[in-house]
């Protein structure tokens, strides 16, 4: 294979990015447990770089607002990202648990005419209402996500009288349906921060945002639950246990084809 000559700076600037990458791992899975990262001499030796490319990877770490950089003190951890898992379909109070307390502010919660596209994502015939849900969810105070959420109106409705503040909705909907949920359709992307997002977080405008659509079933695989949630990609990683099967290999062929039915079906 040919080689492909790089100048000198690039290479250092790959570099560390790499490093930032490996040392991002450790501060999330706790590799630090006092807070303190080791002397950059320490570092390049272990990585075997130079002492410029690890200062150059713990600043792309402070730019993230993970670590902070001080003479005399060294890089310590000032922030935590908050692991959340994506092979099993629990609520955020039930994924965080063991980091603390959720709770939940109800900014917005009302019957509405969906578009088009959610009446068809939740099987619904055209004009017929869902119960449309924002909310604002704190880990331990910190903002962490801002849920915008459309709920079929039979398990949407007794939501007015529940207690949204303290609970996870998918705990609240098996009590109202009396089953079971079953599977979940999500997609995960990068998005940045739209003013009204910001605010509501915490965060600049146009920062960094993991924005999750999740379609929840019910056990007997009915729709009830779409939801868009954006969480701030500087206090939360998502994780999960995949594997390559024909049974996987089957599932990816027929959402391609659920994917080409909603696009054929999507509202102009």
């Known amino acids: 294979m040919k080689r492909v000559a790089v100048d000198d700076r690039r290479c250092r600037a ?14 999330i899975h706790g590799g630090f447990p006092h807070g303190q990262l080791p002397l950059e001499a320490v570092l390049a030796r272990e990585f075997d770089t130079s002492r410029n490319t690890v200062r150059e990877a713990l600043d792309l770490l402070r730019e993230e607002g993970l670590v902070e950089r001080s003479p005399g003190v060294g890089t310590t951890v000032v922030a935590e ?7 099993r379909l629990l609520g955020l109070a039930e994924t965080l648990h063991e980091h603390g307390q959720v709770t939940n502010q109800v900014r917005t919660m009302t019957l509405i005419e969906p578009p088009a596209p959610v009446s068809h994502r939740l099987g619904l015939a055209p004009g017929e209402q869902v119960v449309y849900l924002e909310r604002l ?6 903002p962490l996500s801002l849920d915008l959420t459309y709920l079929v109106r039979d398990v949407g409705e007794p939501l ?10 998918f705990v609240l909907l098996e009590q109202i349906s009396g089953q079971p949920l079953g599977m979940a359709e999500l997609t995960l992307e990068a998005v940045n921060a739209d003013p009204h997002t910001a605010a509501a977080l915490g ?18 695989s009915r729709p009830v639950d779409l939801e ?5 990609g500087d206090r939360l990683t998502m994780r999960g246990h995949l594997r390559r099967t024909e049974d996987s290999r089957q599932e990816d062929r027929r959402q391609e084809d659920s994917r080409k039915e909603d696009k054929e079906q999507a509202w102009p």
Do not use: C, W
């Not at 969810?137 to 910190?142: A, F, I, K, M, P």
């Open 14 to 27: 790959d570099r560390a990015r790499q490093v930032a990458d490996l040392l991002r791992r450790q501060i």
């Open 81 to 87: 990202k908050y692991p959340h898992g994506l092979h």
């Open 137 to 142: 969810r704190s880990l331990n105070g910190l």
């Open 160 to 169: 007015f009288d529940a207690d949204l503040a303290n609970n996870d909705i």
């Open 203 to 220: 965060t600049p405008r146009g920062a960094a945002l993991l924005m999750v659509e999740r379609l929840t079933h019910l056990a007997d």
């Open 228 to 232: 868009f949630i954006r969480f701030r």
